[in-house]
């Protein structure tokens, strides 16, 4: 059977919940009120949710909720800093379930999301009725370096590359990480501009292989490059405020909680041999290898994955329930 995206849904609750003096979450909800709440968390940092993230999940079976992390999105005050940590997102997602009335909740996520959704885990295991994960990122220093050196994507994408670091200073460009992160903390709003572009271009050029020949990628929405690549570059100069290895270090915590982990074979933001090194050490993870898939969560048969996956674990909840 095929899958495709759900159709499209209109949320019935939008809300901004104050999570501290800062900072204001936007979140939204759709779908089955009585369903299967399911949270899902966006990538980045600094991506932002998409109407279309509803769309993995059957809206008569699921109760979809969707929020935009601090800095983000709709969420209040935007490219804020401060108070922004991935354990102050971790208390945001509590903060959410409490404040929706939640008991326990299917927690999903792509790419950064997964790394935001085994943090979550790792503290309030027992808040979690299973995951769905696509596209894993641990926050290990081999994958900042695989993403942002010379020796690792670059060797794909020399081209590419080149673009991405040509914004920096000569002496920068051998560890772009400080270089960027030099540029943001500055003055310079028209340096920031550029080099958010290229930041992101960077990212989308490496998410897909499915499109890249029909038109060429380019960034169209400044905003949004501004979240993500002054987010990101702000959590990875950080190592995302986690100790390295601190997710497989902690993986007795979620052991035995059920997970399916999706993720294309050429994924080229996040290798495939972290999330089999995760699954190897997850006993209740099981791993679906996309042959003819990138990074992004829209290309078509991550698509379908996604969707048979939310569909498959919806029936497994129900009769583990019953």
């Known amino acids: 059977m095929s899958h495709c995206l759900y159709p499209q849904i209109a949320t019935y609750k939008e809300e901004w919940l104050t999570v501290s003096q800062h900072h204001q ?48 999105g709709k969420s209040l005050p935007t490219l804020s800093l401060d108070n922004n940590t991935t354990w102050d997102l971790v208390n945001d997602i509590e903060a959410i379930r409490k404040h929706l009335l939640i008991d326990k909740w299917l927690v999903s996520g792509g790419s950064w999301g997964t790394t935001l959704a085994l943090c979550y885990g790792i503290k309030y295991s027992d808040k979690i009725l299973a995951f769905i994960l696509r596209g894993i990122f641990l926050g290990t220093q081999k994958e900042y370096d695989w993403l942002y050196k010379s020796d690792g994507a670059a060797r794909f994408f020399p081209d590419y590359y080149r673009e991405f670091s040509s914004v920096l200073a000569q002496g ?10 030099r540029i943001f903390q500055g003055n310079n709003e028209l340096a920031k501009t550029s080099a958010s572009k290229a930041w992101y271009l960077w990212e989308l050029r490496l ?66 041999g972290v999330a089999d090194e995760l699954v190897n050490a997850w006993e209740n993870a099981t791993l679906q290898i996309l042959t003819q898939a990138g990074h992004s969560g829209f290309e078509s048969q991550t698509i379908d994955a ?4 939310t569909d498959t674990m919806a029936s497994f909840l129900n009769e583990s329930h019953q």
């Open 25 to 72: 979450i936007y979140i939204e909800q759709s779908g089955n009120p009585n369903g299967i709440p399911v949270v899902y968390l966006h990538g980045g940092p600094g991506g932002g949710s998409s109407e279309n993230h509803r769309r993995y999940f059957d809206p008569e079976i699921y109760r979809i909720i969707l929020f935009d992390q601090r800095g983000c």
């Open 207 to 272: 998410s897909t292989i499915e499109y890249q020949h029909i038109k060429p990628l380019k960034v169209e929405d400044t905003h949004k490059a501004l979240c993500m690549a002054q987010l990101s570059s702000y959590y990875f100069y950080q190592n995302c405020f986690l100790n390295e290895n601190y997710i497989m270090a902690n993986m007795s915590e979620i052991a035995e909680i059920p997970a399916i982990i999706i993720h294309g074979r050429y994924d080229m933001v996040c290798q495939l």
């Open 306 to 309: 996604i969707c048979k996956a």
């Open 172 to 181: 920068e460009q051998a560890d772009p990480l400080i270089g960027y992160h």
